[in-house]
């Protein structure tokens, strides 16, 4: 006897016994979209970790010779955004160990001081940095300086009395940095805005901290390279505002944007 049996599809489906509550999953979730995040930039060509930093070159002359200093030194990478501080996304290579601690000194030989390099203490080297960045791409009128608040000054005075345009000082509400361009942080803010010449040049020279050289903009980030950033050259990502200009960063205080016409 033949028995002809119903054809059909059979699935088995496993369901849990204890589903977990949505607070469960509230929980996770900012986990979850980190994780969903990074496996979305390592699928894209051409990019690198969860936050779309390109791993090809910058146009900008400025931008390249930070770029370079950036891979030279491991691509160190910090996350701005809800955290004071930020998070290393990447840890990069130490200033200490060589031939890293002799470029130090080459970008301390740059501002006149060859005796200093990645090992000696109490030399902060994020102004040397800067300068020797803007040297190497080209920007011949750039002052050489180790101090941020030191060139930040002099750029200044040539704005306001010669009318100089290689490079121009703006408020960070004011302008939307482009690659090339340095975005500056300090303790007073964007306060010498609207100063006297005389005040605001002050404020200027005492208050900066640090500046970054921008090397790219995407994804709601800006993306700038800098010197002793986590005893390293690194990466950091601001976040931007709707139109591109430096959001409110936990752990930062913009003081300004100065804009590179110089390469």
């Known amino acids: 006897m033949n028995l002809r049996l119903p054809s059909g599809d059979v699935r088995v ?9 949505s607070c469960s999953i509230g929980k996770w979730l900012p986990a979850i979209l980190l994780i969903a995040l ?147 942080n300090g303790t007073a803010g964007a306060n010498w805005r609207y100063a006297s010449p005389a005040m605001a040049r002050r404020r200027i020279d005492s208050t900066a901290s640090h500046c970054d050289v921008v090397t790219d903009v995407r994804g709601g980030y800006i993306q700038a390279v800098g010197g002793n950033v986590k005893s390293s050259v690194s990466m950091s990502l601001y976040p931007t505002d709707g139109r591109g200009r430096l959001a409110p960063t936990p752990g930062k205080l913009w003081m300004m944007v100065v804009e590179n016409r110089a390469t």
């Open 38 to 184: 990074t496996l979305a930039g390592c699928a894209g060509g051409g990019r690198s970790g969860g936050y779309g930093y390109a791993d090809s070159p910058p146009t900008n002359r400025t931008a390249l010779v930070a770029w370079q200093e950036w891979t030279r030194f491991g691509r160190s990478t910090v996350v701005y955004g809800g955290h004071v501080g930020g998070y290393v996304n990447r840890a990069g290579l130490n200033q200490h160990s060589e031939p890293l601690s002799s470029r130090v000194g080459d970008y301390w030989s740059s501002c006149g001081h060859p005796e200093w390099d990645g090992n000696t203490r109490g030399r902060p080297w994020s102004g040397a940095f800067v300068s020797w960045v803007m040297r190497q791409s080209g920007a011949s009128s750039f002052p050489l300086a180790g101090r941020h608040g030191q060139y930040l000054a002099t750029l200044y005075d040539r704005q306001a009395r010669t009318h100089s345009t290689a490079f121009v000082l703006h408020a960070p509400n004011e302008y939307a940095p482009k690659p090339g361009d340095l975005v500056c």
């Open 13 to 21: 489906c496993w369901q849990p016994t204890d589903l977990p509550s």
